[in-house]
């Protein structure tokens, strides 16, 4: 028998770790690998020498890191060097992997993740090494192409329609009551901005506005659009996506900040207060607050989609199965067969078509103006948020279960 | 038989609908009065004839009514003028009371509402109305004087505990982590900010720093101590409430924000940033990250508090009692008989001591460097927080019931 190994990347999720509970437990049932090791942050971890033993966890160990939000092994966002211009990484990596006796190698992550899989993959055949890379989808962002969804969508989307019920009722209790904006994350799609349509009070979206980076931002459009309906209802309601961009393609918070993170990604950021001041400086009103939901979309395990917690522990244990019966290279896809009832499978697709390409929210979905969400999108949505988990809880409060790093 | 009437004031909680829903319920049980009114918008609403007849409402109504967070009847920011100045909105209120056969005046608030309960029921007295004015308390803030606790504040308290736990675990994932810093409300008073010591893994709370209002901040103190522990763990997460202030009394972000809400008190929020430039301007690192919970704190009813739910319907339901006594112009309080088992009872204070009086947290619960809070405050924290309600739900999201105002 031999070993395998699973690591996670990039940004963490409410559900990250149920993908590596679920590889855990198919591998407790089949017995297909001696040990699970977990790689500490990722292939960085990984190229330190920075493995655990997986095995050894107790059931109780295992039920609490299922309900352990963010990336419970820790995360990195390490690009490798492009083959052709160094192997030393990769030979490095694959001597590790050799020096434990692992055949089997899985990484949680999203598009930079899966990028790696199949250089990894690509390198390991290419110099004979029988060793299969699988990778595992996560995003909050819900942006991989060839997959219906990703695992820890659904948990954020939950949050932000519930946070979109809370605070617009929250700013609705005045004679005279303001605009409210609420900012998502989602630097290059709009799915997190554009879940807030299932925020719906008596059947009705509560949100009047919801901006995506699909839709050039017009800002003439939107005060038109914001002055008017004030002037109806004496409250707006805006949902607005970090990733706002103009007609020209540019970040419109770019000009404000100009920091960039590893992979040149503009940091984003503080769209909800640029259009704040947009607002108050076109004397629309001055009562205009803007909230941020920040990392809370991508941790609030304690308002987590079961459905998502389910589906993100089944790819894993599906991964599992995958690299069993000799695949290499892909990731674990999932297919939505219907939505009503509600049924999926999974399937593979080449990591590298997942690494180069983006999945944008559909146009079809966005009404004729560019300001709001069709309620067709209701049909895709509503599936990924059902039902809450059983959180273990530990003094009134939810027992997360930590691993030292 | 005669009527009552129920209005809420000031700023919105997740559970003060509930105080209305114990009123309305005792009501029903006891057939005190023949209808409970509700004033819409506070006296604001009153005093524009704004006044629905709640009695009407079904058991489903009720209880949709009951697990939605937010002023549910609209709320208002009114002062009443000194009766000194003009006694002409008191003639115009009590009129309105005396022509809809209002025999009872509830309003559920905090300091400004009890003075509003002072003044009224001081008037109605001097004119020789047989109307009672009772106080219902309700504070995400906790600082009212001579009640052990304010309803809202269990379920504001276990929203910040759960997110802090949450974004600390986001927080620690990477090899090179940063500083995290999380902004809670709390203006005068810091048991907001305080409530995150309750936050802890494996029993040790994963704040490194909490700080309030009650101790005067100094940055060189609050540097060097953020600097140090960055050192030892490459990591540190701080807690602040909005409302620090130095050894002056002013708030530190005073100087950025000019703006004063109706009743002059400063309007506050950035201190989170202005404590993340503090630290990068000192090139402790450049990665820090600050989030404002914001308005979340105050209406995420799906992160409630059960036992703040019932003990906001349960001082709903004892202000009636109170009012068919014959008492009036006092404020409902909470009476802490013990921690464990958990145990309390309901008295009542002069309104008017409510109104000019503010709690502070316990400088005896901080500890000697004043950047943290002791162990011990868990007896008072803890049994607030515990249990969560079942909220009503529809389209997998919680069933919010609004009134049109």
Request: include cysteine; proline fraction near 3%; charged fraction near 25%.
């Amino acid at each position: 028998m031999a070993n395998c190994i699973v690591a996670q990347s990039g940004g963490p999720t409410a559900v990250i770790n149920s993908s590596v509970v679920g590889l855990l437990k198919a591998n407790n049932e089949i017995k297909a690998f001696d040990k699970v090791y977990a790689g500490l942050n990722g292939i960085e971890g990984i190229l330190n020498g920075n493995i655990i033993d997986l095995s050894s966890f107790s059931e109780d160990e295992i039920n609490e890191f299922r309900y352990t939000p963010s990336s419970g092994l820790g995360s990195c966002r390490y690009k490798m060097k492009h083959l052709e211009e160094s192997t030393e990484e990769y030979d490095k990596l694959l001597d590790i992997l050799k020096c434990n006796d692992i055949k089997a190698f899985f990484y949680v992550g999203g598009n930079d993740s899966m990028d790696t899989i199949a250089k990894l993959g690509n390198y390991a055949k290419k110099t004979g090494l029988d060793i299969k890379f699988i990778g595992i989808p996560k995003t909050i962002d819900n942006d991989l192409m060839f997959t219906d969804h990703t695992p820890g969508f659904g948990s954020a989307a939950k949050f932000i329609a519930t946070t979109a019920l809370e605070t617009y009722l929250d700013s609705s209790v005045y004679i005279n009551n303001g605009i409210f904006i609420l900012e998502t994350m989602g630097r290059d799609t709009g799915w997190l901005a554009a879940s807030a349509c299932m925020a719906r009070i008596n059947g009705e979206p509560v949100a009047d506005f919801i901006y995506l980076p699909e839709v050039a931002f017009d800002i003439e459009k939107f005060l038109t659009d914001v002055r008017q309906r004030f002037k109806e209802k004496n409250k707006v309601f805006i949902v607005v996506s970090e990733g706002l961009r103009n007609s020209e393609g540019k970040f419109i918070t770019e000009v404000e900040s100009q920091s960039h993170d590893k992979f040149g990604h503009a940091q984003l950021g503080g769209v909800g207060s640029y259009l704040k001041n947009l607002i108050i400086n076109s004397s629309i009103t001055t009562r205009v607050k803007s909230l941020e939901l920040g990392v809370l979309q991508r941790c609030a395990m304690h308002c987590a989609s079961n459905i998502d917690l389910e589906e993100a522990l089944e790819v894993g244990s599906s991964a599992l199965k995958f690299a069993l019966e000799g695949n290499s290279g892909y990731m674990v896809a999932i297919k939505r067969e219907s939505s009503s009832p509600y049924k999926t499978s999974h399937i593979l697709v080449e990591a590298d078509k997942i690494a180069n390409n983006v999945k944008y929210f559909p146009t079809k979905l966005i009404n004729e103006e560019g300001n709001n969400i069709k309620e067709e999108a209701l049909d895709y949505f509503l599936p990924l948020i059902s039902g809450a988990p059983s959180l273990i809880i530990d003094n009134h409060l939810p027992k997360f279960k930590t691993i030292s790093k």
